[in-house]
């Protein structure tokens, strides 16, 4: 696809369980980003990925959270022992070099339990 | 770091009219100022955005100023359609990500 492909778009997990969220950046892209929203919120910035630099995970909340690019492509999220509080819209974007447009995904929805 | 503030939160225009929302910022390196248009269920989608080495820009019914001296920036629509309904946010260059306004709720009464 063209744009910004995230999965699955819904998660619905009991507390204290381990999530998994993908992202499927724009071919070609080299800057990756994950934000959160929670309900009527507006974007907190969870972590950056620029080519080989180092992230930059200045906005991850706490330990729990933690994510991974391999091969500058494809992007993980993992939030470890989930929380209420986790419940929110995970969005991932992607840019063409740092400084351009983001593009965002859909995002995926996540419910605690 | 960058500190984006937005308002009003929730903004109710007729059909035809003109919304306009506003945004000030707190760090004068910024130099890169987007905004998103989201709709439910979806992630934002950039429909403007304006650098810091110009005032104004305009697309058809959309338009961004940007007041360096001040540091604010603001968003106008004009001729408003039902479409145009949604949640849009603001941005700033923060020091590597952008940083997000917490959104307007712009809703276009037929």
């Known amino acids: 696809g063209a744009g910004v492909s995230q999965s699955p778009s819904n998660k619905v997990t009991e507390k204290g369980k381990d999530v998994e969220l993908r992202c499927d950046p724009i071919?070609?892209?080299?800057?990756l980003y994950w934000y959160r929203q929670s309900l009527g919120q507006g974007l907190e910035f969870l972590i950056y990925?620029?080519?080989?630099?180092?992230?930059?995970k200045s906005g991850l909340p706490s330990d729990r959270f933690s994510a991974e690019r391999t091969g500058g492509s494809v992007s993980t999220l993992t939030i470890q022992r989930t929380q209420q509080e986790d419940s929110a819209v995970y969005l991932c974007?992607?840019?063409?070099?740092?400084?351009?447009?983001?593009?965002f995904g859909n995002g995926t929805r996540l419910t605690v339990t | 770091g960058e500190n984006v503030e937005q308002h009003p939160s929730t903004l109710s225009v007729q059909e035809g009219d003109s919304a306009v929302i506003k945004c000030t910022y707190s760090?004068?390196?910024?130099?890169?100022f987007p905004w998103y248009k989201q709709e439910l269920g979806k992630g934002p989608q950039l429909i403007i955005d304006?650098?810091?080495?110009?005032g104004e820009k305009k697309d058809q019914r959309i338009a961004v100023t940007l007041n360096k001296t001040a540091k604010h920036f603001s968003l106008h629509i004009t001729e408003t359609q039902p479409e145009d309904s949604a949640v849009y946010f603001c941005?700033?260059?923060?020091?590597?990500?952008?940083?997000f306004g917490s959104g307007t709720r712009l809703q276009v009464q037929p």
């Open positions: 760090d004068s390196a910024s130099n890169y």
């Open positions: 304006i650098r810091s080495n110009v």
């Open positions: 974007a992607s840019s063409l070099d740092d400084g351009s447009p983001l593009h």
């Open positions: 990925f620029q080519g080989n630099s180092a992230p930059d």
């Open positions: 941005a700033g260059t923060g020091r590597r990500a952008l940083t």
């Open positions: 071919s070609g892209h080299t800057a």
